[in-house]
């Protein structure tokens, strides 16, 4: 069974920096897309970046230019650099992969448990 953790999660100042660090572990043969996305309460789960194995990042609109997420596939860890972070980015921060378990050929879609992150005002 492949586990994605996640963390670095916490609680900063508006202007302040965190970095998002998740591992996958389990009989993996390959790691498709992974990417950060983010659920505020009382809001559904939005994208805020993604990267896929040997591509270009893509980032909403809203993070565009304060956070940077990168790979390592060696490791399969993915990290989430946030910078300047704003009030209305408070939510669950989950970590997701796109898998290809050892042996297999279809992707399955996993998710993390969530990392929590507040920026007070």
């Known amino acids: 069974q492949v586990q994605l953790e996640e963390s670095g999660g916490g609680l900063v100042q508006a202007g302040g920096s965190l970095r998002l660090f998740c591992i996958a572990s389990?009989?993996?043969?390959?790691?498709?897309?992974m990417g950060w996305y983010r659920q505020a309460p009382g809001k559904q789960r939005e994208m805020v970046a993604r990267?896929?194995?040997?591509?270009?990042?893509y980032y909403a609109d809203f993070v565009k230019g304060r956070f940077t997420i990168s790979r390592d596939n060696s490791q399969n860890t993915v990290h989430l650099q946030m910078n300047n972070l704003k009030p209305e980015g408070t939510a669950v921060y989950y970590c997701?992969?796109?898998?290809?378990?050892?042996?297999?050929?279809?992707?399955?879609?996993?998710w993390g448990q969530g990392t929590q992150v507040t920026v007070s005002s």
């Open positions: 990267i896929p194995n040997g591509g270009a990042a």
């Open positions: 389990g009989p993996i043969g390959r790691i498709n897309q």
């Open positions: 997701n992969a796109q898998v290809v378990l050892r042996g297999a050929m279809h992707e399955l879609d996993i």
